[in-house]
T-cell receptor, first 114, second 115 residues
Framework: EAQVTQNPRYLITVTGKKLTVTCSQN?????MSWYRQDPGLGLRQIYY???????DKGDVPEGYKVSRKEKRNFPLILESPSPNQTSLYFC?????????????FGPGTRLTVL | AQKITQTQPGMFVQEKEAVTLDCTYD???????LFWYKQPSSGEMIFLIY??????QNATEGRYSLNFQKARKSANLVISASQLGDSAMYFC????????????FGSGTRLSIRP
């Protein structure tokens, strides 16, 4: 089944404890992206990647890191999480990242930072 | 400015009725894609339907159709014969050609289906 997977789905952690949210897609998509969704603020892009080893900042990259060493994986790293990073996180992928390419979303990761 | 506007924060509809969710968009690009997503209470973001700016016919996917009026810059989602499982948040979204690295979402419409 074609899909985007994220792990973990739920995570409660404490301030400052490094964590990684994994994202993987099996559709051979070139483009991948991370978003966070917050009440009243909608979805905001954190980072995106147009291809392997190519990543770029979105609208809210502060406090996050990403890497794209393989086409299928695009992990999101929080080196020192803070409570304002409590959010619902989505990974998405599309064929080439073009305006006609549908972005498919993972199931989401609910992160709580205490 | 590139923007999506959904003016209906919430809607209630009787089961089996058709429902139209409004969406207007703003872009100066000639080429863009329009999308609708469904977000149930469980949180996942489910792709429903796509319309390209150069598509002359309205997109349809099962019970979903997109009423695309380019001159009015509107892309309304029509759900025919609504079901209880259609209760969810619905987001209209756009990817303009000039900034195709990011999808722009509207604020969403919460649809509730009454039995």
């Amino acid at each position: 089944e074609a899909q985007v997977t994220q792990n973990p789905r739920y995570l409660i952690t404490v301030t400052g404890k490094k964590l990684t949210v994994t994202c993987s897609q099996n559709m051979n998509h070139e483009y991948m992206s991370w978003y966070r969704q917050d009440p009243g603020l909608g979805l905001r892009q954190i980072y995106y990647s147009m291809n392997v080893e190519v990543t770029d900042k979105g609208d809210v990259p502060e406090g996050y890191k990403v890497s794209r060493k393989e086409k299928r994986n695009f992990p999101l790293i929080l080196e020192s999480p803070s409570p304002n990073q409590t959010s619902l996180y989505f990974c998405a992928s599309s064929l080439f990242g073009g305006s006609t390419d549908t972005q498919y979303f993972g199931p989401g990761t609910r992160l709580t930072v205490l | 400015a590139q923007k999506i506007t959904q003016t209906q924060p919430g809607m209630f509809v009787q089961e089996k009725e058709a429902v139209t969710l409004d969406c207007t968009y703003d872009t100066s690009d000639q080429s863009y894609g329009l999308f609708w997503y469904k977000q149930p209470s469980s949180g996942e973001m489910i792709f429903l339907i796509y319309q390209g700016s150069y598509d002359e016919q309205n997109a349809t996917e099962g019970r979903y159709s997109l009423n695309f009026q380019k001159a009015r810059k509107s892309a309304n989602l029509v759900i025919s014969a609504s079901q209880l499982g259609d209760s969810a948040m619905y987001f209209c979204a756009m990817i303009p050609y000039s900034s195709a690295s990011k999808i722009i979402f509207g604020s969403g419409t919460r649809l509730s289906i009454r039995p």
